[in-house]
């Protein structure tokens, strides 16, 4: 599944151009837990040919964010408050994240993340919080 498709198993919860143009596939989502796979692309890559850790950074906040929205109705906005990564080796060719949820509130949610490349090592551990927005604060638009 790519990002403007759906699966029976896992459907994007929001609309966000930036997956479609990266090329995020959402694997999983349920309960507060989310898989999101990229493939490697060369456009998507550093100077050493590994996936830039800008790259990491995005799979990790679409993974960590749609774990988020797996809790909320999906007229509610989140937004990114924070958003720390620990880069710890290359995150080599095609890489998956897992976002979990850590701890939930009713306005603030915690959140982790692993990815690992396709070596099976991990390349990356973060951790974010999220703001749960209101609907009359977020213009809910057309899902993928």
Known sequence: ????????TAQWRSTVPLYIHLGF?????????????????????????????????????????????SLVDLEMGVATMTMNLNYLAPAK?????K???????????????????EDGELACRASA????LPKTVYDKKTQF
């Open 1 to 8: 599944m790519t990002a403007n498709t759906q699966s029976a």
């Open 93 to 97: 060719g095609e890489i998956i994240c």
């Open 25 to 69: 596939e959402l694997d999983a989502l349920d309960d507060g837990r989310s898989q999101v796979r990229l493939k490697f692309q060369q456009h998507l890559g550093n100077s050493r040919g590994d996936v830039h850790g800008g790259t990491v950074a995005a799979i990790i906040d679409a993974a960590m964010s749609q774990a988020v929205r």
């Open 129 to 132: 919080t999220y703001r749960i």
């Open 99 to 117: 976002g979990t949820v850590t701890k939930r509130g009713r306005s603030i949610m915690f959140t982790e993340a692993e990815v690992f490349g």
